[in-house]
């Protein structure tokens, strides 16, 4: 069976501090994954996504995320945090006919 | 740049009313989606449709129904709202990978239905 867990339901940390958020996954097969960010009362908007060109990818605002089989990890990282980075994400793995979401986790940078 | 607009950003309906839900997308994806998603349950899926006129239920169907006349456009009907109905919904598309796998999905701004 397919699945993703995020390991944190809700993170803080300090402005210009380090942010890592979390994700396992398991997979039969050689998965896609991606992370989505959402602010409050808005969409998700698509970070990065993982398709098995690279084990390291970067996406946008400076998030990237390093994809681990032996692991089978894909977690979120960024070298320091911003005020704008506060939100919620959420993993997702791109399944047989349908996409399996982590559960989220809450980003809260204090300043 | 993919743009999945959604009909309303908040609509307020009264019990037993039917409500209509509408999504558009402009780049030509195959799959479109609804979710709901509440405080503690993440986002479920209700229906998704992998082509024009096909639907499949998803986790959550019970309550409503959806349409896809034109590849574009997918419309999530709820027949006679009820308060439980009451959620933010989110519209989803994208494209098909093959062999049942889909590329990232494109959210719209979703829609705040409260239902009195």
């Known amino acids: 069976a397919q699945s993703v867990t995020q390991l944190d339901s809700h993170v803080s940390v300090s402005e210009g501090t380090p942010v890592l958020l979390r994700c396992n996954y398991s997979?039969?097969?050689?998965?896609?994954l991606f992370w989505y960010v959402q602010h409050p009362n808005k969409g998700l908007q698509l970070l990065l996504k993982y398709t098995s060109a690279a084990t390291l990818v970067k996406g946008i605002n400076g998030f990237e995320a390093e994809f681990k089989k032996s692991e089978t990890s894909f977690h979120l990282t960024k070298p320091s945090a911003h005020m704008s980075d506060a939100a919620e994400y959420f993993c997702?793995?791109?399944?047989?006919?349908?996409?399996?979401f982590g559960t989220g986790t809450r980003l809260k940078v204090l300043a | 740049d993919v743009k999945v607009t959604q009909s309303s950003r908040y609509l307020v309906k009264r019990t037993g009313e039917k409500v209509f839900l509408e999504c558009v997308q402009d780049?030509?994806?195959?799959?479109m989606f609804w979710y709901r998603q509440d405080p503690g349950l993440g986002l479920r899926l209700i229906y998704f449709s992998y082509d024009v006129k096909m639907k499949e239920k998803g986790d959550i169907p019970e309550g409503y129904s959806v349409s896809r006349e034109k590849k574009e456009r997918f419309s999530l009907i709820l027949e006679s709202a009820s308060t439980n109905q009451t959620s933010m919904y989110l519209c989803?598309?994208?494209?098909?990978?093959?062999?049942?796998?889909?590329?990232?999905?494109?959210f719209g701004p979703g829609t705040r239905l409260t239902v009195t």
């Open positions: 989803a598309s994208s494209l098909s990978k093959g062999l049942g796998s889909f590329d990232e999905q494109y």
């Open positions: 780049m030509d994806h195959e799959n």
């Open positions: 997702v793995l791109s399944g047989t006919y349908k996409y399996i």
């Open positions: 997979s039969s097969y050689s998965p896609s």
